[in-house]
């Protein structure tokens, strides 16, 4: 035990020894060279991983495959294909051309330039503040599972105590520096989840025995879950069974369409100095992902196997019923120790980074998107405003870290990616590929997605709107509509219509004017 | 289908290998793909400063 405080502490002074270090050379390697970061595609791919991914994938996501199964691993397949190689390939380098051309620095200030609008860089600025925290909680509640469990504290206070030394971290130059330290943590991350499926499917006799081992412990899937379509942790959920819309619209889809619209990842694509650094990146970003979410949704249902070997239980009841906690006791329980003791340190770090790129989106947003470029304020306000944001998007962190229930990783992270896919994604894609797209095209398709998503989840969507219980109040009825409908996820409904909407009105308004046209495709 | 109980959920474990195989390739292939720089370097300089203040003005 002491030995493991001292170790990571010993890890945190090393990692903020590198931030700070990292700060410091980036700034004065750019100042020297001026003509573009010389920032390595391994450096690269790596820190949009370790933003990408983080203890939400793997613990939270891991945890949800633990309790549904292998059917989530298609959300790996998404996670490759599209957050890797379409996001990279097709997104990747034309918002790169596009940002640098229109001299835009955040998401909102490439949408706000390219539609000649700042009402879009405000309204996205803003959206961006105020939900941004809920999917930073999602990290910082992996974290804090993790360190519950290994350090045997209570949660509040490794959540708390956690926050305070990224705080110090963040306030000590970790915000600007996160590149640098994230290709550390990429490759300790690698390396513990291969060791952990090695590991996994050694225990249980190899790859096709250990799938077989848990095909046959289909009857031990607990009644209130077969009842929902469980029908085993190898086996898809019954079709269309709450289960299954579960499963394949809020986290397969959800969240692996959703990427493509994450603020804190389509900024990293400004950063690279030309395209053949993102085609490099395709390669080590895929097997990156491959060994992150597709390791921990490997891991997940095989632990039912493990567990139930070892101490006659599933997962879930080995967690006692929090998701959220399987992974971090599957790591404690059946791992060794000296492994426990590197995967959270691996974990501290992965966590820390995305934290940091998270508020650093966050004050950013309110800062430079909705205060200086949207109401036209400078004068020294927008420094201010920038702090201010990050110190708020950090509270605001904490607050919904303490008061969400537990089981909620998985939830809140799809909630985000949701919310930002029916927002920006028509709108982005349109920005990047369609000359004939509009500024009320997309003022529409932004507001109306990110209505019609609220709206869903509000009135509709079973989960959320019995929690919000404003439906209840207004009509009397916990959801406005029944069964399938209140078990579809609100981005399977959103996202069409904002398409829709992005598209008819484009069509309906007349085109931008070519002048403008021609500034954003200059050099695509 | 590889001890998975529904060939479903077997194409989905056997995809997320292929894409990842796909990036390997892709990242092969274009290794050298677009190395020159067509933009223009003043405003590429321009844009690089205005990063460095964006930066600067985090905690």
């Not at chain 1, 573009?36 to 994938?57: H, L, Q």
């Not at chain 1, 963040?170 to 550390?184: C, I, Q, S």
């Amino acid at each position: 035990m002491v030995l493991n405080v001292i170790l990571v502490l010993l890890y945190l002074i090393v990692i903020f020894y590198l931030g700070y270090k990292g700060w410091r050379e980036t700034r004065t390697a750019s100042d020297y060279m001026i003509a573009g970061r010389e920032i390595n595609p391994y450096v690269m791919a790596m820190s949009y991983g370790a933003t990408f991914i983080s203890t939400s994938a793997i613990i939270g996501f891991g945890g949800a495959a633990a309790l549904f199964g292998f059917s989530v691993i298609w959300l790996t397949f998404l996670n490759i294909f599209v957050g890797i190689f379409i996001a990279f390939a097709f997104f990747g380098k034309r918002t790169r051309k596009i940002g640098r051309s229109l001299d835009a620095h955040t998401f909102p200030e490439i949408l706000g330039i390219r539609y000649k609008s700042k009402f879009i860089q405000g309204f996205s600025g803003l959206v961006i503040f105020v939900f941004l925290p809920v999917y930073a909680a999602a990290v910082l509640i992996g974290i804090s599972r993790f360190i519950e469990v290994y350090l045997n504290i209570p949660y509040w206070a490794g959540l708390l105590g956690f926050s305070v030394i990224l705080a110090i971290y963040d306030f000590w130059g970790g915000l600007k520096g996160v590149m640098y330290t994230d290709a550390l943590q990429g490759t300790l991350m690698f390396i513990m989840m291969v060791i952990l499926v090695a590991f996994t499917y050694s225990q249980l006799g190899g790859v096709f025995k250990a799938h077989q081992t848990l095909t046959s412990m289909a009857n031990l899937v607990p009644a209130k879950l077969k009842a929902l379509g469980h029908m085993g942790w190898t086996a898809s959920p019954k079709s269309g069974s709450p289960l299954w819309w579960i499963v394949y619209s809020t986290i397969v889809y959800g969240v692996g369409i959703g990427v493509l619209a994450q603020p804190q990842l389509a900024v990293r694509f400004m950063t690279v100095k030309n395209d053949a650094s993102l085609n490099r990146a395709v390669l080590v970003g895929g097997v990156f992902i491959l060994a992150m979410t597709g390791i921990a949704f490997t891991v997940g249902p095989l632990s039912n196997a493990v567990f139930f070997q070892k101490f006659g239980k599933i997962s879930i009841a080995m967690a006692k019923g929090n998701i959220d906690k399987i992974i971090p006791i599957y790591i404690e329980k059946i791992m060794p120790s000296w492994f426990a003791t590197l995967f959270l340190l691996a974990m501290l770090a992965a966590a820390m980074s995305t934290l940091s790129s998270q508020y650093h989106g966050g004050g950013t947003s309110l800062g430079r998107d909705f205060y200086e470029k949207s109401l036209g304020k400078t004068g020294g306000g927008e420094i201010m405003a920038t702090r201010f944001g990050v110190g708020l998007t950090i509270l605001f962190t904490i607050g919904w870290g303490l008061f969400l229930p537990p089981s909620i990783i998985a939830i809140a992270t799809a909630f985000f990616f949701g919310l930002c896919s029916s927002t920006f994604l028509p709108m982005y894609f349109s920005a990047l590929y369609w000359k004939r797209a509009t500024r009320a095209g997309a003022i529409t398709s932004m507001v109306g997605g990110f209505i019609a998503s609220f709206f869903w989840l509000i009135f509709i969507h079973k989960k959320e709107a019995a929690a919000i219980g404003l439906c209840k109040t207004l009509t009397g009825k916990v959801t406005l509509l029944g069964f399938p409908w209140n078990v579809v996820d609100p981005n399977v409904i959103a996202l069409p219509i904002s398409i829709i909407l992005m598209i008819v009105v484009s069509l309906a308004t007349s085109k931008m004017d070519e002048e403008h046209l021609e500034r954003c495709f200059e050099w695509t | 289908m590889f001890g998975f109980a529904d060939s479903l959920t077997a194409w989905g474990y056997i995809l997320s290998i292929l894409a990842t195989i796909l990036c390997i390739i892709y990242g092969l292939v274009n290794w050298n793909k677009g190395t020159e720089i067509e933009e223009d370097y003043r405003r590429i300089v321009e844009w690089e400063r205005e990063e460095i203040e964006v930066e600067e003005r985090l905690p």
